[in-house]
């Protein structure tokens, strides 16, 4: 699996490259590194801080869903798998990356492949929801001109029964694929995987807490964009990030760039234009906003540098 998203790393940075090197065309770069350069110490010591504490929340919701899956491995052992995955994806393709390490590490710890990638899978799952529902608060708060308000509750509306519909993919999948093709080596792989996945909808519980926890999770990040706007001068109000945060957020998870850049930071100038922060700005900030998630993958490296089992985090 990290082998193939390894051999794709060529074109993802060929795409990323691409696009840096178009928006450098529109965007005065020497502008967007003088704000990178002047930005408020206390704002970026204060985005730090949050940055660190919402490994630990991510940390925690993760290992909720371990524990209810009955997987044997410490909450140790888990933190250093999530954070050593974490720098690994650093340099992967954007969002699927660190998953992938992450499902594959645990696998290699706990022998149970179909439950490790469940885990994942439902850990991401939930995050994806918690964005769209921070979406649609940004969306009651900020309601922008000339867009129906409906089509995106819709959106958001099919975004979240997607999801949930994936609690009961064990169902639609053996509905949807005739029994004689059940024996076949990727059928076999998928049912093993949404079995395991299925098996969250009996811990109810649990899927609320992380849920929860994944929109404590939004709500940190969108913190950390305002704070870095207000240390780089920018004014915009609160309320607004609430709505293209989000939507910044979703193409970090896109897997067609290098760890964030590219297409998040063009999203996000597209995003600041309406209200008026100049192109070289919003670029400064888009910037700031991946390389503190980049500082956040930092103890990562520390734990990859010393281990001494698998690589991206087995037991020790």
């Known amino acids: 699996m990290l082998a193939r998203l390894a051999g794709s ?3 993802r940075a060929a795409i990323t490259a691409a696009i840096l090197a178009w928006l450098s065309t529109r965007i005065d770069m020497r502008a967007a590194a003088a704000a990178i350069a002047s930005i408020s110490p206390v704002h970026l010591a204060a985005v730090l801080g949050l ?3 919402d490994r630990l929340v991510m940390i925690w919701r993760w290992l909720l869903l371990l524990r209810a899956a009955r997987l044997p491995i410490s909450a140790g052992d888990a933190a ?9 994806g650093s340099f992967l393709p954007a969002g699927v990356g660190g998953d992938a390490a992450r499902a594959w590490g645990l696998s290699q710890t706990t022998a149970r492949m179909g439950d490790a990638l469940a885990s994942v899978v439902v850990d991401r799952m939930l995050g994806v929801l918690s964005l ?10 900020w309601a922008p001109d000339g867009v129906d308000p409906l089509r995106i509750v819709a959106a958001v509306s099919v975004l979240g029964v997607a999801c949930l519909a994936a609690f009961w993919g064990d169902s639609l ?19 093993r995987l949404a079995d395991a996945v299925a098996h969250y909808r009996g811990h109810r519980a649990a899927l609320a807490h992380v849920m929860a926890w994944s929109l404590v999770v939004q709500v940190l990040r969108i913190w950390q964009a ?18 293209v945060m ?15 850049f590219g297409v998040p930071q063009g999203v996000i100038v597209w995003l600041l234009r309406p209200v008026g922060v100049d192109d070289a700005t919003a670029f400064a900030l888009s910037t ?8 956040g993958n930092l103890p990562g490296l520390v734990l990859w540098l010393r281990r001494s089992g698998p690589p991206a985090g087995g037991s020790r």
């Not at 999948?173 to 005739?178: D, E, G, I």
């Not at 305002?226 to 709505?243: D, H, K, R, S």
Request: avoid cysteine; glycine fraction near 10%; charged fraction near 5%.
């Open 226 to 243: 305002y704070l870095l706007g207000l240390g780089l001068g920018v004014t915009v109000p609160f309320a607004y990030y609430l709505l």
């Open 80 to 88: 250093r798998l999530f954070l050593t995955s974490s720098f690994v």
């Open 132 to 141: 769209a529902a921070m979406g649609a608060a940004g969306l009651a708060a």
């Open 288 to 295: 700031l906003i991946v390389l503190s998630g980049l500082a």
């Open 51 to 53: 940055v660190a504490i």
């Open 173 to 191: 999948l053996r509905w949807a694929l005739p029994a004689r093709h059940h024996s076949g080596p990727v059928a076999r792989r998928l049912l």
């Open 9 to 11: 790393w060529w074109l």
């Open 246 to 260: 989000p939507l910044g957020l979703l193409t970090l998870l896109l897997p067609i760039s290098v760890s964030g």
